[in-house]
């Protein structure tokens, strides 16, 4: 199942617009009642749209609600941009992790909102065991990852 998009209301369209263009890198598009659509390629479908809602509160820890969004990177090469761009604007990471059939990086945006960052490995690539897919966490080798950026 794919989903084509996720409506995020925050109290603080701004902030959460220099996040997600300046920070992740998102190509915003502004609809006319003010909300901003952002595009991981201008030419598909939006990934997320934030709108502006002055009740909205930052998402509590202790309370229900969306987890994290996953967001698939087209490469292992775009995963390590993108940790490049965080690591430089020294952007607060919640943690890594080598699955065996993905690796992934972990944070949040400024109203708390759980993202994950990731790439799947090629089937081929996928760890077996007995002949079948063996799922782990394991610590990710953030200068392997990084080397692919030479």
Same mark, same amino acid.
């Given at each position: *199942?794919?989903?084509?998009?996720?409506?995020? =209301?925050?109290?603080?369209?701004? =902030?959460?617009? #220099?996040?997600?263009? #300046? @920070? $992740?890198? /998102?190509?915003?598009?502004?609809? &006319?009642?003010? &909300?901003?659509?952002?595009?991981?390629?201008?030419?598909? &479908?939006?990934?997320? @749209? $934030?709108?502006?809602?002055?009740?909205?509160?930052?998402?509590?820890?202790?309370?229900?609600?969306?987890?994290?969004?996953?967001?698939?990177?087209?490469? =292992?090469?775009?995963?390590?941009?993108?940790?490049?761009?965080?690591?430089?604007?020294?952007?607060?990471?919640?943690?890594?992790?080598?699955?065996? @059939?993905?690796?992934?990086?972990?944070?949040? #945006?400024? &109203?708390?909102?759980?993202?994950?960052?990731?790439?799947?490995?090629? =089937?081929?690539?996928?760890?077996?065991?007995?002949?079948?897919?063996? *799922? /782990?966490?394991?610590?990710? #080798?953030?200068?392997?990852?990084?080397?692919?950026?030479?």
């Amino acid at each position: *199942m794919r989903i084509s998009s996720i409506e995020l =209301r925050t109290a603080n369209l701004d =902030r959460q617009r #220099d996040f997600y263009v #300046d @920070v $992740l890198g /998102f190509e915003p598009v502004e609809r &006319d009642n003010g &909300d901003l659509e952002l595009y991981s390629d201008i030419d598909g &479908d939006a990934l997320i @749209v $934030l709108s502006g809602s002055p009740e909205a509160r930052p998402r509590s820890e202790f309370t229900t609600g969306l987890y994290h969004v996953a967001i698939l990177m087209p490469d =292992r090469t775009e995963l390590a941009r993108a940790l490049a761009r965080l690591a430089e604007k020294r952007y607060p990471l919640q943690g890594f992790a080598d699955h065996g @059939v993905s690796e992934a990086i972990y944070l949040a #945006d400024p &109203d708390g909102n759980g993202i994950e960052l990731y790439r799947d490995r090629s =089937r081929e690539e996928w760890p077996r065991k007995s002949g079948e897919i063996e *799922m /782990f966490t394991k610590p990710l #080798d953030l200068e392997n990852l990084l080397s692919e950026l030479g």
